[in-house]
T-cell receptor, first 114, second 117 residues
Framework: KQEVTQIPAALSVPEGENLVLNCSFT??????LQWFRQDPGKGLTSLLL?????REQTSGRLNASLDKSSGRSTLYIAASQPGDSATYLC?????????????FGQGTELSVKP | GAVVSQHPSWVICKSGTSVKIECRSL??????MFWYRQFPKQSLMLMAT?????????EQGVEKDKFLINHASLTLSTLTVTSAHPEDSSFYIC?????????????FGNGTRLTVT
């Protein structure tokens, strides 16, 4: 059974700091891995999607890596800003299931202090 | 870009009543939609997969008679929480698959906060 774990559960950093969020998954049989942002009481905003054949994806100050063989992904946020404060979720799309089913981690709650 | 509209964004109901939540794909057709549930400070848990024109597929432990799903058109899926109880209070989010391939994009609604008093 696929399980997704995110560490740390919460993180507080001063503005301007670079930071790394971690995601691990137990089964490497995935189509892709996706990082989302969730603001309190809101839905999900997709940040980056990495296909199983890819190693990393970049968008602005965000960089996500994927090591499928070891079951790990990281989300790197450069020069953090207070507006980055949110919960970050990673999710994998398992092979062999109906396309679109995602398994989510518990999330990392990020707080960037001005 | 593709938009999924979820309505209502929040609802308060009395214990024992039923509540219907709608999920609409506004500018694309979605043969498959997904319903998730999220408790405070926890992750999203898949409840069921909704396929247009057929019965929904429920995840283990989810009561299909309590959480009724209807996907009558290619742009609308509904989740009805029947005989709601306080323990059903949660954040419900739908997503719609924007294509037929396994790497088709997923588009999420903004969620519905259900509070049962």
């Amino acid at each position: 059974k696929q399980e997704v774990t995110q560490i740390p559960a919460a993180l507080s950093v001063p503005e301007g700091e670079n930071l790394v969020l971690n995601c691990s998954f137990t089964d490497s049989a995935i189509y892709n891995l996706q990082w989302f942002r969730q603001d309190p009481g809101k839905g999900l905003t997709s940040l980056l999607l990495i296909q199983s054949s890819q190693r990393e994806q970049t968008s602005g100050r965000l960089n996500a890596s994927l090591d499928k063989s070891s079951g790990r992904s990281t989300l790197y946020i450069a020069a953090s800003q207070p507006g980055d404060s949110a919960t970050y979720l990673c999710a994998v799309r398992p092979l062999g299931n109906q396309g679109g089913k995602l398994i989510f981690g518990q999330g990392t709650e990020l707080s960037v202090k001005p | 870009g593709a938009v999924v509209s979820q309505h209502p964004s929040w609802v308060i109901c009395k214990s024992g009543t039923s509540v219907k939540i709608e999920c609409r794909s506004l500018d694309f057709q979605a043969t498959t939609m997904f319903w998730y549930r999220q408790f405070p400070k926890q992750s999203l848990m898949l409840m069921a997969t909704s396929n247009e024109g057929s019965k929904a597929t429920y995840e283990q432990g989810v009561e299909k008679d309590k959480f009724l799903i209807n996907h009558a058109s290619l742009t609308l899926s509904t989740l009805t929480v029947t005989s709601a109880h306080p323990e059903d209070s949660s954040f419900y989010i739908c997503s719609a698959l924007g294509g037929a391939g396994v790497n088709s994009p997923l588009h999420f609604g903004n969620g519905t906060r259900l509070t049962v008093t």
